[in-house]
């Protein structure tokens, strides 16, 4: 059915792609071929123009399904459900949603840009699968195969009813990327991982690459020099598993409370980091934010304070920075490595970490994993100077 009401048949064929791999089941010996068939994923359409009478084809390319057949002011447009590439740009464009508009003009089909495609081109009125047309089973494309019709015909009702299968529960999100209308803006794509796609650039996408916002940049870290007040080794080594081991590396509660102090800058767009949730004035970016999540090899724990850990910054160094839960920096201070225990890991114990009476005190660790056993060799209980913080209230 067009939009305007009129009813026109269209006949779709289907192939299969066929792939033949080799095989080389021992090494040295010949490769076996090994011939196999996907399920239907090349589709092609034709129909009468209702006004012309001229018959009109389209053959798509592998992966991309037809959604939409419409004919306004007596121009044929489809829509093809479909990820463009670098391959196919020329002849579906590069849209930013996988939803391509084609137009028929001259003899020919090509892509149309969406602000140019008409708004009539809503709802989808061809069959988003390939329906299984032998089926019994009582699944949804049965009632294709009931008697008094030909096998492969489907009626309006039945396309409308192959929907229902992509269909979410009312206030969620689909899994699937169909939905009976066609979306012109992520905001309308009712699609569980839109933002994935939003984000993402695989496979020789044509879409240009998304540029991350700049990182926050932030002063050198000012050297410090921890004194040991303690030191601890370990002959056998002390062995930690499961539970004993989380909480001796891990910070439970203080990481979880920062489920409260950041928030995703636009939710439906994770490329544009995170803020501060009790910054009033809304713009302060959070440091070391990537994705509308923190970089790797970065720690970030939170008190009545911020603080983030890094091991990556400065090969050697562990770098500490101190933040207000508004977003104001407190302090930067940096240490070197202690001396390395020979086959341990070293790395600060998060959980140590703590401010107290114009020092930072923390616990170093050397460590190795033996076997999901934590193999402990030695503990320095440390303290270090905390550098004069200068840039409270300033945002810098």
């Not at 930067?332 to 020979?342: G, K």
Request: net charge positive; proline share 8%; hydrophobic share 30%.
């Amino acid at each position: 059915m067009l939009q305007d009401g009129r009813l026109i048949k269209v006949e779709r064929n289907v192939e299969w792609t066929t792939h033949i791999e080799f095989l080389d089941p021992f090494f040295g010996l010949p490769t076996i071929p090994r011939v196999s068939k996907s399920w239907p994923d090349k589709f092609g359409l034709k129909f009468q123009h209702p006004d012309t009478k001229a018959m009109i084809s389209w053959q798509g390319e592998q992966h991309f399904n037809p959604v939409l057949l419409d004919i306004i002011s007596g121009i044929p447009y489809l829509v093809v459900y479909g990820d463009s590439t670098k391959t196919t740009e020329r002849k579906y464009g590069c849209p930013e949603l996988p939803f391509i508009y084609l137009k028929y003009d001259a003899g020919q089909w090509s892509p149309v840009a969406l602000e140019a495609a008409p708004k009539a081109l809503r709802k989808a009125n061809l069959s988003p699968k390939y329906p299984d047309f032998g089926s019994s089973s009582g699944d949804q494309y049965e009632i294709v195969t009931r008697k008094g019709r030909s096998r492969r015909d489907m009626s309006i009702d039945d396309v409308a009813k192959s929907y229902l299968s992509v269909a979410p529960p009312v206030g969620r999100m689909a899994e699937s990327p169909f939905q009976r209308e066609i979306p012109r803006s992520y905001e309308e794509w009712n699609y569980n991982y839109r933002n994935g796609r939003r984000d993402n650039r695989q496979g020789g996408d044509c879409r240009p690459p998304r540029t991350p916002l700049p990182q926050v940049v932030l002063p050198g870290a000012i050297g410090g020099s921890p004194e040991i007040l303690e030191t601890i080794n370990y002959t056998p080594d002390r062995i930690a598993i499961g539970d004993d081991w989380s909480n001796m590396a891990f910070d439970q509660k203080r990481e979880g409370e920062c489920k409260k102090v950041f928030r995703p800058t636009d939710p439906n767009d994770y490329m544009q980091g995170q803020r501060f949730v009790n910054d009033s004035t809304g713009k302060k970016p959070a440091p070391y934010s990537s994705g509308a999540q923190f970089k790797m090899g970065v720690r970030v724990l939170c008190d009545e304070y911020v603080w983030f850990v890094t091991h990556m910054e400065e090969p050697g160094k562990i770098i500490i920075s101190k933040f207000t839960t508004t977003g104001d920096m407190v302090l930067r201070t940096s240490f070197r490595n202690p001396e390395r225990v020979q086959g341990f890991t070293g790395y600060i114990n998060i959980p140590s970490l703590r401010s107290e009476g114009g020092y930072l005190y923390f616990d170093w660790m050397d460590f190795t994993d033996i076997n999901r056993e934590w193999h402990i060799k030695r503990i320095l209980k440390m303290r270090m100077k905390e550098p004069v913080p200068t840039n409270v209230g300033n945002g810098k």
